[in-house]
C-alpha cells in the first residue's frame, strides 16, 4: 500500500542553524501540506502546495520557513534559522484533491537545542 | 475560538465495552470532517471522512456519524489494540481552501 515516507525520522540541531525535512508523498496525489504537532499540543497546519507553488500557509508558516518540491518525488520543508520553540513534530501530507481525504507521514521529531 | 472540540480528553475502557467518542464543531459550511488514529510518537492514520449530515462510515469495530454540528465515533466491543488518540479534523470555509483544523484528540485506553 503507497504511503508518506519522511526523513531524517529525528533531528537535532542547534539553535540559529537551518534545517530541511524531507518528505516523498503518494505518488499519484497532487496536492501536498506540512503540518507540526508540538509535545501534547494539537496537529496545526503549516502551508498546502499544489502545482509547484504554495496554495495556503498559516501564520504560523512566516519568512523563516520555505518549502520546496525540487524533483518529481521529494517535497521539503525548510527553516533558515531554528528557535527554540520550533521544536515539534513535523508531519508531511498529501491527498489526490482539494477535500479529499490527507495522507501523513511518520513525522520527524525536531529538537531544536 | 475553538472550531473543533473533542470530548472526552481521555476514555478508559474495558475489552468489549462499547462507547463513544464526540466531536463537535463550529465550522459553517463544512467540506468534509475527517477522524484520524494517532499512536504515541506516530503520523495520523487514516480512518474516515464523511461529508454531509445522516453520512455513516464502518470500519471493523468503528463507526463514524455526522450531524450539522457534531460528528461520533462509536466504538464496538473494543480490544486493547484500538488504544491510541482519536483525531477529528474539518474542512470549511474558516479553514481557507487546504488546511484541517484539528481538534486535541480524545485518548482512549482499551484495558484487557
Known amino acids: 500500500e503507497p504511503e508518506v515516507t519522511q526523513t531524517p525520522s529525528h533531528q537535532v540541531t542547534q539553535m540559529g542553524q537551518e534545517v530541511i525535512l524531507r518528505c516523498v508523498p503518494i505518488s499519484n496525489h497532487l496536492y501536498f501540506y506540512w503540518y507540526r504537532q508540538i509535545l501534547g499540543q494539537k496537529v496545526e497546519f503549516l502551508v498546502s502546495f499544489y502545482n509547484n507553488e504554495i496554495s495556503e500557509k498559516s501564520e504560523i508558516f512566516d519568512d523563516q520557513f520555505s518549502v520546496e518540491r525540487p524533483d518529481g518525488s521529494n517535497f521539503t520543508l525548510k527553516i533558515r534559522s531554528t528557535k527554540l520553540e520550533d521544536s515539534a513534530m513535523y508531519f508531511c501530507a498529501s491527498s489526490v484533491g482539494l477535500d479529499n481525504e490527507q495522507f501523513f507521514g511518520p513525522g520527524t521529531r525536531l529538537t531544536v537545542l | 475560538e475553538d472550531q473543533v472540540t473533542q470530548s472526552p480528553e481521555a476514555l478508559r475502557l474495558q475489552e468489549g465495552e462499547s462507547s463513544s467518542l464526540n466531536c463537535s464543531y463550529t465550522?459553517?459550511?463544512?467540506?468534509?470532517l475527517f477522524w484520524y488514529r494517532q499512536d504515541p510518537g506516530k503520523g495520523p492514520e487514516f480512518l474516515f471522512t464523511?461529508?454531509?449530515a445522516g453520512e455513516e462510515k464502518e470500519k471493523e469495530r468503528l463507526k463514524a456519524t455526522l450531524t450539522k454540528k457534531e460528528s461520533f465515533l462509536h466504538i464496538t466491543a473494543p480490544k486493547p489494540e484500538d488504544s491510541a488518540t482519536y483525531l477529528c479534523a474539518v474542512q470549511g470555509p474558516e479553514t481557507n481552501n487546504n488546511d484541517m483544523r484539528f481538534g486535541a484528540g480524545t485518548r482512549l485506553t482499551v484495558k484487557p
Open positions: 464523511l461529508y454531509s
Open positions: 465550522v459553517s459550511g463544512l467540506r468534509g
